[in-house]
């Protein structure tokens, strides 16, 4: 009896005595610990990374302005930190205009975060896999008025392919990306290995896992969300134990699980 309870425990709660670092906050950290505790963790939700203002703030503003106005069609938001650009502006998005998220990712961070997503490519959850699917995806309508949001460090990849194809592009910086101290508490759990895995959600983060974490228990489970973010932390040294399905925060919860269910 009590056997079978454990055991029917252990499916519906198959993350129970994990801790497990969700290395952002705001709404997409919210619902990621949320659902962390639904499957037994014990979330430590310690933003690694945020946004600072850029350097030409007034070209950011006046462009959320005109995107309140009505003057664009299409919005394209690159990463789940521009989405926390738009809510500490309270941006707001004008009915007419539509959003495409490059992944799904940013997807959920916007709808976290109130806001509606039009387009998420299918396949391949970049700039390039964007690209790939934007004439399907807008009936092949040129020219377009499009606003892409990008960080300081981005490739324009995205801004220069609408360009290519003949829309009207206005291009912005919404932020730059800075590191964020963890709590020491944090830091020496990790290295006492009581930290069963870190999620790595960027080549951002990866960064600052390496930097204020490494070098990571080879006890603790290292997930990326992605194989892009996978590349990004290998070629800085850090060590990957496992890559999400597909670039969700579902399926990267969803690996932990089978870790968990395979040991």
Not at 82 to 110: C, K, M, N, P, Q
Not at 170 to 199: K, M, N
Not at 250 to 263: D, K, M, N, W
Request: charged share 20%; with cysteine.
């Amino acid at each position: 009896m009590n056997s079978r309870y454990k055991t029917k425990a252990s499916l519906a709660k198959p993350l129970t005595g994990w801790r497990v670092l969700v290395p952002r906050g705001g709404p997409w950290g919210d619902h990621v610990a949320a659902d962390l505790r639904s499957k037994g963790a014990q979330p430590i939700v310690a933003p690694m990374i945020n946004f600072a203002p850029t350097d030409d703030a007034p070209a950011l503003e006046a462009a959320l302005a005109r995107l309140a106005a009505g003057d664009f069609d299409w919005m394209t938001v690159t990463s789940a930190t521009t989405v926390d650009v738009l809510s500490s502006h309270r941006a707001v998005v004008a009915a007419s205009t539509r959003i495409a998220a490059v992944g799904e990712t940013t997807a959920a961070a916007l709808i976290a975060a109130g806001y509606r997503v039009d387009i998420v490519p299918s396949e391949d959850n970049s700039a390039r896999g964007l690209l790939e699917e934007w004439e399907t995806a807008t009936s092949g309508q040129v020219p377009l008025r499009i606003l892409t949001l990008r960080s300081e460090i981005a490739k324009p990849l995205l801004t220069e392919g609408l360009r290519r194809i003949g829309h009207d592009v206005e291009s912005v910086v919404a932020y730059r990306t800075i590191g964020v101290p963890v709590d020491q508490r944090v830091v020496a759990d990790v290295a006492a290995g009581t930290v069963q895995a870190l999620l790595v959600t960027s080549g951002s983060v990866a960064q600052q896992v390496q930097d204020q974490l490494g070098p990571i228990p080879e006890s603790t489970v290292v997930a990326c969300i992605g194989p892009r973010t996978a590349r990004d932390a290998a070629a800085i040294g850090l060590r990957v134990d496992v890559v999400a399905d597909s670039p969700s925060a579902e399926s990267l919860i969803q690996a932990l699980v089978h870790v968990a269910q395979s040991r």
